[in-house]
């Protein structure tokens, strides 16, 4: 696979062109992705690679440009028994920069480097920007961060440490958004994990690692979902694995939102004509809070192929659920407890055996 020829505009079908770093179609303004799943090759994974780049025959990068790696992947999985079940924990958090977006800043910052950028913009909750920041002072490129003005202390200083430029904006995360396109205008490269694909290679290592560490595929994988683009990258990563080896099946997507700001949840719940109802409410899982998920069609697709389910979660339960986990030893960031308050509600409906997505380190969001 050759990651740009194997990318287009979903609206329009052109393909990403050549020679340039455009986010979005410069045709009609579509939003680009990849044409098919990519392809699994047991046979192609490359042990002697640390992480995520013993998979890179998935990524599609020429053979000869080295990779911006941080030693992102092979996270841990750890098994409890709770709620009367036995259930898999893929430590994301122990991720370099904190979080499971070190996957898709890792391939994205590659794609970069090699098309010869130097300087871009990323817009973020605080863990993509925090996780672009590092990859960017990696790969020695210079990055300014967008975030909202109520982003948690503890991202904003890392994003700092990382010598990347801090944006804070005033108002909602769409404005935040908002911002970063227009700073951008000028021609300045536009890294984000929300318009670019190039990072769901990245987060669908992810569901190797699972496979490889079960022996098997997971009955059930759960996790947050705010533009749900780890949700897609996972489940098209099981597809790829599906395939390469020919299984019956895949697990059930599971995705989690907080009730304050619930779109994938009401799309799925109520169809089109209740995306009208959708609130935009502050929540303590601020990396979920996420109004008009870009890739939002493709995430519901996903989630209801492989036959799971949108979880919304009351916000009294987030915290109750992140100090459960870290009386397990796991400690964890309000976006990532979700994945525990849905446990305690649906997992007498899940199938075995059960995986849950612990994306964000705790000390993300402070002491509160």
């Known amino acids: 696979m050759d990651i740009k020829a194997d990318i287009c505009c979903t609206n329009c079908g052109m393909d990403y062109p050549t020679g340039r770093v455009v986010y979005c179609c410069p045709k009609c303004g579509g939003l680009y992705d990849f044409r098919q799943t990519w392809s699994f090759d047991p046979k192609r994974v490359d042990n002697t690679q640390p992480g995520i780049w013993k998979y890179r025959h998935t990524f599609g990068l020429p053979d000869g440009i080295g990779p911006v790696s941080l030693g992102e992947g092979n996270t841990p999985l750890a098994w409890v028994e709770s709620f009367g079940r036995e259930v898999a924990l893929k430590c994301e958090y122990i991720n370099p920069s904190g979080s499971f977006k070190d996957r898709g800043s890792s391939v994205i910052a590659t794609w970069l480097h090699s098309e010869g950028v130097t300087e871009a913009v990323e817009d973020s909750s605080g863990n993509a920007g925090a996780s672009f920041a590092a990859y960017a002072a990696r790969a020695g490129i210079k990055a300014r961060i967008f975030v909202p003005e109520s982003a948690a202390g503890p991202k904003r200083e890392q994003i700092e440490a990382y010598g990347a430029e801090l944006i804070p904006v005033p108002g909602s995360r769409s404005d935040v958004t908002a911002a970063a396109k227009e700073a951008v205008k000028g021609g ?15 987060y669908a290592t992810a569901a190797y690692e699972i496979f490889e560490q079960m022996g098997r595929m997971p009955g059930t994988v759960i996790v947050p979902a705010g533009q749900g683009g780890f949700l897609l990258g996972l489940k098209r990563g099981f597809d790829a694995v599906r395939i390469a080896i020919d299984l019956p099946s895949i697990p059930r997507m599971i995705g989690v939102q907080a009730l304050s700001c619930a779109p994938l949840w009401t799309r799925f719940t109520a169809g089109r004509q209740g995306m009208a109802l959708i609130a935009d409410h502050p929540t303590l899982a601020e990396g979920v809070r996420v109004r008009h998920p870009l890739r939002g069609d493709a995430v519901i697709a996903a989630v209801t192929e492989s036959g799971g389910m949108m979880v919304a979660v009351e916000e009294n339960d987030i915290l109750p ?11 964890v960031e309000p976006t990532s407890a979700l994945v525990w308050a849905a446990l305690s509600q649906i997992i007498d409906h ?3 055996p059960i995986v849950a ?9 402070g002491v509160k």
């Open 188 to 202: 300045e490269a536009y890294a984000s994990h929300a318009d670019l694909p190039f990072n769901l290679p990245g």
């Open 321 to 331: 659920a992140r100090d459960g986990l870290a009386r397990l030893g796991f400690y």
């Open 350 to 352: 899940l199938s075995d």
């Open 357 to 365: 997505i612990l994306t964000g380190f705790g000390l993300k969001y």
